[in-house]
């Protein structure tokens, strides 16, 4: 494909960056966003603005999501006036955000019916990486589907991986934040319990750094525990969603997860605390005073 049309809906911190680099590359994208700002800044860039998902999916040859969760997805899909309504055979509809692969299986098999092809393709790196198009991009559906879209997922992604049949990214996605977010929890909670304990926390880190306990979310935890800046650039809210999006995937797989479902109650308690906003590292805060 050369210069499709492109309809992108959510301009969040990474769909934003994500279109800001499209248009610096040429393309000249139809978007929706309940964040009028973000759009007008698309618009004044030589963008578009679509009244409702049905248009701007009759518009397109691409559609890309970059949502928050599964039911916005399946509401912006199945609505009334939604891209199942709007889209073209031969479209194809690219999945960004971090949703439940069942969903998606759902959806990919619905589009089909209408002759339109679907790939997951979650992402990794951060919201700075996407205004340059250096996004790790985990894709996943039908290969013809993949191939044909692969051009413009080049011009968004520096590391493009292609894990297979439609839900594959999602659920690698899954498996990958349920990791990381895993390893957040753990070693802020260590912060917290040398603190309680009178172990000094930067020399914890020193101790602990040079070992391959090392990474870089030990540093992310560092950086908040002991120096209080607080720089990873992801939720509370979000790693909460992310955690029970991969239980939800663990159960129907018939088999339980029982690290995930205490990352998964911790996450869930600091954001009940009124957390949510917060960086992950600063669950630290939570720890710090959790009492038995």
Do not use: W
């Not at 002759?115 to 951060?126: F, Q």
């Not at 957040?184 to 309680?196: G, H, I, N, W, Y």
């Amino acid at each position: 494909m050369t210069k499709p049309v492109i309809g992108f809906i959510g301009l969040g911190l990474m769909g934003g960056n994500m279109v800001e680099n499209l248009q610096k590359k040429g393309f000249e994208p139809i978007v929706m966003d309940l964040n009028k700002d973000a759009v007008a800044a698309v618009v004044a860039r030589g963008g578009k603005e679509a009244s409702s998902a049905k248009e701007l999916a009759a518009a397109s040859d691409i559609i890309m999501l970059a949502l928050t969760t599964s039911a916005i997805v399946e509401k912006v899909v199945y609505g009334e006036d939604g891209i199942l309504a709007g889209i073209k055979e031969g479209a194809v509809l690219i999945d960004f955000g971090t949703s439940i692969p069942a969903s998606t299986r759902k959806i990919g098999a619905d589009l089909a019916k209408k002759g339109a092809g679907m790939i997951d393709a979650p992402l990794g790196r951060t919201p700075a990486h996407a205004k340059d198009g250096l996004l790790n991009i985990m894709a996943a559906g039908d290969k013809e589907t993949f191939d044909k879209v692969k051009p413009i997922l080049d011009q968004q992604g520096e590391n493009i991986f292609y894990l297979g049949a439609l839900g594959a990214g999602h659920t690698t996605k899954l498996i990958n934040n349920f990791m990381g977010m895993t390893t957040v929890c753990t070693m802020s909670q260590a912060f917290a319990v040398a603190d309680r304990a009178g172990v000094d926390r930067q020399q914890l880190f020193d101790i602990m750094s040079t070992g391959p306990s090392n990474s870089p979310f030990m540093q992310f935890c560092k950086n908040y525990a002991v120096d209080g800046v607080s720089d990873l650039g992801f939720s509370i809210a979000n790693a909460n969603k992310d955690l029970g999006y991969f239980l939800e995937m663990v159960k129907d797989l018939g088999t339980r997860a029982e690290i995930a479902e205490g990352t998964s109650h911790n996450l869930q308690a600091a954001f009940d605390e009124g957390m949510g906003n917060g960086n992950v590292p600063e669950i630290f805060d939570y720890f710090l005073k959790l009492e038995k």
